[in-house]
Antibody, heavy 118, light 108 residues
Framework: QLQESGPGLVKPSETLSLTCAVS??????????WAWIRQPPGKGLEWIGS??????AYKPSLKSRVTISADKSKNQFSLKLSSVTAADTAVYYC?????????????WGQGTLVTVSS | SSELTQDPSVSVALGQTVRITCPGD??????ASWYQQKPGQAPELVMY???NRPSGIPDRFSGSSSGNTASLTITGAQAEDEADYYC???????????FGGGTKLTVL
C-alpha cells in the first residue's frame, strides 16, 4: 500500500512537499522504483519522476524544480517541487514502478490534492 | 521525445469491441502500459508489456503493439469499462516516462 501525505495548500513561489509511506515490505527491494505522478483538475496524468537503486529520473520540463528522495529507515519517499505556481495545482499520486522494457506502475496511492493559492 | 497523442474520446456499443491507440516515438525494446481511471479514483494498471494483464483484470482486455503504436483492445465492452484510459511509455532515451493525453471511453 502507498499513502500520500502533506499540506493541501501551498502559497505561490513556495515549495510543495509531499511524502509517500510504503507498507508491505517491498520498499527495500532493488526491483522497484518509486514514482510521483500528478493530475491537474480535469486534465490528464503527468509523470514527474522516480527514484530507485539506480538513482533518480525526472521529467525534463520539471527537472529544475523537482527533488525526489527516499528514506529507507522509514519506508517512505518524498517529493519537493519548488517555486510553485497555480499550474502546479493537482492531485499528486505516488506509485510503485517495476520493469524496464515492460515498465508499469502497478500500485498507486489514493492521491492527495494540492492547491497552490495565496 | 514527443508526448503521446491519444484520441480524446471513443465510444463503443455494449458488447462490442473497441481499440484505443497510443502512437509514440520509435521505442524499440520498450512496451507501453495502460491505466484505467474512473471518476474520483486513482488510476489502475490494466495492461503492460507485450500483452500482460495484472491479476483481477478481465480477459476481455488485451494489448498489442505495432511499429510506433500501442493498442489496448476491449473485446465485448461492458458498462463498467466506461472510464478514462491512459497509455504510458518510456521515452526514446529510456530515461523517463511519458503519459498519453488520455482517451475517454463511453459505452453506449
Amino acid at each position: 500500500q502507498l499513502q500520500e501525505s502533506g499540506p493541501g495548500l501551498v502559497k505561490p513561489s513556495e515549495t510543495l512537499s509531499l511524502t509517500c509511506a510504503v507498507s508491505g515490505g517491498s520498499f527495500s527491494s532493488s526491483r522497484y522504483y518509486w514514482a510521483w505522478i500528478r493530475q491537474p483538475p480535469g486534465k490528464g496524468l503527468e509523470w514527474i519522476g522516480s527514484i530507485g537503486s539506480g538513482g533518480t529520473a525526472y521529467k525534463p520540463s520539471l527537472k529544475s524544480r523537482v527533488t525526489i528522495s527516499a528514506d529507507k529507515s522509514k519506508n517512505q519517499f518524498s517529493l519537493k517541487l519548488s517555486s510553485v505556481t497555480a499550474a502546479d495545482t493537482a492531485v499528486y499520486y505516488c506509485g510503485r514502478e517495476e520493469g524496464v522494457n515492460e515498465h508499469r506502475i502497478d500500485y498507486w496511492g489514493q492521491g492527495t490534492l494540492v492547491t497552490v493559492s495565496s | 521525445s514527443s508526448e503521446l497523442t491519444q484520441d480524446p474520446s471513443v465510444s463503443v456499443a455494449l458488447g462490442q469491441t473497441v481499440r484505443i491507440t497510443c502512437p509514440g516515438d520509435s521505442l524499440s525494446g520498450y512496451y507501453a502500459s495502460w491505466y484505467q481511471q474512473k471518476p474520483g479514483q486513482a488510476p489502475e494498471l490494466v495492461m503492460y508489456g507485450e500483452n500482460n494483464r495484472p491479476s483481477g483484470i478481465p480477459d476481455r482486455f488485451s494489448g498489442s503493439s505495432s511499429g510506433n503504436t500501442a493498442s489496448l483492445t476491449i473485446t465485448g465492452a461492458q458498462a463498467e469499462d466506461e472510464a478514462d484510459y491512459y497509455c504510458n511509455w518510456r521515452d526514446s532515451s529510456g530515461t523517463y516516462m511519458i503519459f498519453g493525453g488520455g482517451t475517454k471511453l463511453t459505452v453506449l
